[in-house]
């Protein structure tokens, strides 16, 4: 409560005590505050060794200062992408500061500034009557050294503080304590205000000042006042501005002008409070000849005319790059190069001044966002449909783009908007991903390849039962694949498997492959379930029934076309501290994940899916190289389109966010929902090629791409167990085909084999086994013959015969039979034959 109003007794005896025990104390500043104590009870000796005993030197520490994201614009050079502060302020040097401000500073809070030592007597002196001789509470006195001793210290404990709400609360109990408490903080100022003019030199304090004081809200220091104020920086504020400014000093809160509608303090009554404030600071720049009668008048007659610039905090006023700049904050909230807590990395990223230089191209972030927002609709009336893309450097790791068609924020829940940025992880602010359907095949065929097998080595890939084994736990199992499409299956090679993305291709494939070898592949490529789980090794994953997210499947294919190097992704590329140091950042990590002409001859594969394949209709084919793979999910919930060319890695998902739209029924803008992908991916690939020119992959490996015959050993007659035995033998696969065929050759035995014993076939490909029903007849050859005796061989065999025309004329002789002389066929049944 406030002391009592003391006597005239009382007041001429604590003058006359403060006279005497000046003297006594021998120093200046402890003179000035000894009243206050020995009316407190405090003897002067007291008062000396307490003002001695406090440390003399107060370390300034580095202000809390708001980081800047910035991203590389078309011309190169940095463009600000986003702010993040709890105080909004930007430290200038001496020179980047208005004379304006210095002069108003000095007249309005401490005129003989440049006069005293740290703490000026007279003002002290006068606080002291005020306070303890007249009964006030301890205010006012404090020159500009001694303010900036209090912001530091309040700066200080703020800035140690975990949360805001935290450092709110130690600012508050700093700055209002009064009675002995208040006292002692006086106490404490004015120590190290004269320890501070030791150290440094006047301007240095004042420009300390400036930079510290605060100024309403989370406006802190001049120059973040200048343009959050009055749209200008701190070296080009006018008269007029600068002194409403530093008047804002007195009480920030209610003085500041960016609260239009205040009854107390608002544009109806011309921001009055303020203004008076402000008069009164030009009164003291007039009366001590900061400016003239002239400058005087003319700014008195001024109103305060506030042009509010709002700051980019957060990311949402980064626009399409908001969820790119949302991964960067989750970048750094889960990265210990920038603390060992979450709560302390963030703080460093609101407090400590950064300048992040991010790996966003906005060239490649632009091409994204407009052919995305161009052919995917904000909101779908099919169904909670999105798209998202991002764009990954091969052989650096480095993000270039990351885009999706919904707009960012925090806290709507209108359809369209989301914070849930669908390109990356859950980890990293994402969602728990999406199936990546035959984009994963990927894998497979690298595995294919780095055990030796060639891609044109012929695989039986029909419609059947697939027995796949794994040596991992849970891996493995038997499996009927169908194709997208209901596409039939045929024996092909793994070229062709891959540019038709044949499911059951790659289910032969690996067949004779490990799915946990498969998986390794994966995951030596960057690939990992959005979730953080665990890849799946189930049958069916080879055909991509993992949930994955965009970034991952972009930095798998950037590894292909790095020449199997896969790199980490990195969102920054360099960080600034505010004193001009460079602060350690992430990095990524590169490995040569496989063998360089394994990728080179995976490249070659998956180039064929471009041209003429399954994603042909996404190149651009404006004459650069591009590889990439397709992906559908069942029922087409979700659909991929991921490749790149040597310089830049597109990996793009449209799809459902929830629910489970069949996309080939449903229209995602003017597109077939199934084919949007297409016209998406080749608008950004065009412009990315143009802005990032890609280059020649490698020539892949002659070993990998060979097609490499064997001879076929003539098994007929044998039993399925030894026929199996002696191809396998030889470097074959064995399959069975369905039923029997009727044969001479006994029942249960080979009857004969495609292709056919004698002959020559791809090395591993598949040799198709038929067994004899043991109810069949050996055909005459019959080749050569006259059209009658051919006929009477045949009947007497105990086939029917068909004659074509052209046998009738007499010196015909047969050329052709159907089936061919010496094969079984069953008894009675049709040999076809023609004549030349």
């Not at 749209?231 to 008269?239: E, F, P, Y």
């Not at 007497?796 to 010496?822: I, L, M």
Request: aromatic letters at 6%; charged letters at 20%; glycine letters at 12%.
């Amino acid at each position: 409560m406030p002391h009592q109003k003391r006597t005239a007794r009382g007041v001429l005896g604590g003058l006359l005590g403060f006279v005497g025990l000046s003297a006594a104390a021998g120093i200046l500043v402890t003179a000035a505050v000894t009243p206050a104590l020995a009316i407190s009870g405090m003897g002067a000796s007291n008062t000396i060794k307490i003002f001695d005993a406090l440390p003399e030197f107060l370390e300034i520490t580095p202000l809390m200062e708001k980081s800047t994201v910035y991203a590389k614009g078309a011309d190169g050079q940095p463009k600000e992408l986003a702010e993040f502060y709890d105080q909004n302020r930007q430290e200038v040097q001496w020179d980047q500061i208005s004379q304006f401000y210095k002069d108003a500073a000095v007249a309005k809070e401490d005129n003989r500034y440049y006069e005293h030592g740290g703490v000026d007597v007279i003002g002290t002196t006068r606080a002291i009557v005020s306070t303890y001789l007249l009964g006030s509470e301890v205010q006012g006195g404090s020159s500009i050294t001694q303010q900036y001793v209090k912001n530091q210290l309040v700066q200080r404990c703020v800035n140690s503080s975990e949360s805001v709400e935290e450092g709110e609360k130690c600012a508050t109990a700093y700055t209002t304590a009064d009675g002995s408490d208040g006292v002692a903080r006086k106490l404490k100022e004015m120590r190290y205000a004269i320890g501070l003019e030791k150290k440094y030199s006047k301007d240095e304090i004042l420009r300390g000042y400036l930079n510290i004081a605060h100024f309403g809200g989370i406006t802190y220091g001049v120059e973040s006042a200048s343009q959050y104020y009055f749209g200008v920086s701190a070296k080009d504020v006018n008269l007029v501005q600068a002194a409403t400014i530093m008047s804002m000093v007195t009480n920030p809160n209610s003085l500041r002008i960016d609260r239009p509608d205040s009854e107390t303090n608002g544009a109806a009554n011309g921001y009055e409070q303020t203004k008076k404030a402000r008069d009164i600071t030009l009164q003291a720049m007039k009366a001590y000849g900061k400016i003239t009668a002239e400058q005087y008048d003319e700014a008195i007659a001024t109103p305060v005319e506030p042009k509010i610039t709002q700051p980019r905090t957060g990311c949402e006023p980064s626009g399409g790059a908001a969820y790119f700049c949302d991964y960067v904050i989750n970048v750094i909230r889960n990265s210990p190069e920038f603390g060992d807590s979450e709560q302390e990395r963030l703080n460093l990223l609101k407090r400590g001044g950064l300048d992040i230089y991010t790996t966003l191209d906005l060239g490649v972030q632009q091409a994204s966002e407009q052919s995305i927002y161009g052919k995917v609709p904000l909101q779908s009336d099919s169904g909670d449909v999105a798209a998202a893309a991002t764009t990954i450097e091969p052989g650096t790791g480095r993000v270039l783009a990351m885009a999706q068609s919904k707009k960012f924020s925090n806290t709507s829940t209108e359809p369209g908007y989301t914070s849930v940025n669908f390109n990356t992880t859950s980890e990293y602010g994402g969602s728990t991903g999406f199936q990546s359907g035959s984009t994963y095949k990927l894998f497979t065929l690298v595995d294919w390849l780095m055990n030796g097998h060639s891609v044109n080595e012929t695989v039986r890939g029909t419609i059947r039962n697939y027995t796949l084994t794994g040596s991992c736990e849970g891996a493995g199992g038997t499996y009927k694949f169908q194709n997208s499409g209901n596409a039939s299956g045929r024996t092909l090679s793994v070229m062709s498997a891959t540019s038709s993305s044949l499911n059951t291709g790659f289910a032969a494939m690996a067949e004779k492959l490990d799915l946990c070898e498969i998986r390794d592949v994966a995951k030596s490529l960057g690939m990992k379930r959005a979730d953080g789980t665990e890849l799946q090794v189930n049958t069916t994953s080879i055909i991509g029934t993992n949930e994955v997210a965009p970034i991952d499947v972009a930095g798998s294919y950037a590894a292909i076309a790095a020449n199997g190097k896969y790199c980490t992704p990195i969102a920054i590329d360099r960080i600034v501290g505010p004193e001009g140091d460079e602060l350690e950042a992430p990095k990524s990590t590169c490995t040569q994940a496989i063998p360089e002409n394994v990728a080179a001859t995976a490249a070659y594969a998956l180039k064929g899916v471009m041209n003429g394949g399954t994603g042909a209709s996404g190149n651009p084919y404006d004459g650069t190289q591009l590889i990439g793979k397709t992906g559908t999910t069942d029922e087409r919930k979700h659909t991929w389109l991921a490749g790149a060319s040597t310089t830049a890695a597109v990996a793009l998902w449209i799809g459902n966010v929830e629910g489970a739209v069949d996309l080939r029924y449903a229209s995602v803008g003017d597109y077939q929902g199934d084919r949007a992908r297409f016209a998406v991916w080749k608008d950004i690939m065009a412009d990315i090629d143009d802005l990032r020119p890609g280059g020649v992959f490698p020539t892949p490996d002659p070993n990998l791409t060979k097609v490499a015959t064997r001879a076929v050993p003539d098994v007929s007659g044998m039993s399925v167990e030894e026929a199996t035995s002696r191809l396998e033998a030889s470097g074959f696969g064995v399959t069975v085909a369905d039923g029997e065929v009727p044969s001479s050759i006994g029942a249960g035995l080979v009857a004969r084999t495609e292709p056919g014993g004698g002959g020559r076939a791809n090395y591993g490909s598949t040799i198709t086994l038929y067994v004899s029903s043991g109810e069949g007849a050996e055909v005459p050859d019959i080749m050569g013959d006259r059209p009658d005796d051919a006929q009477q061989d045949l009947e007497d065999a105990g086939f029917t015969v068909a004659v074509d025309g052209s046998c009738s004329e007499d010196d015909a002789r047969v050329n052709s039979q159907s089936p061919g002389g010496d094969t079984d066929a069953a008894p009675g049944s049709t040999v076809t034959i023609g004549c030349g």
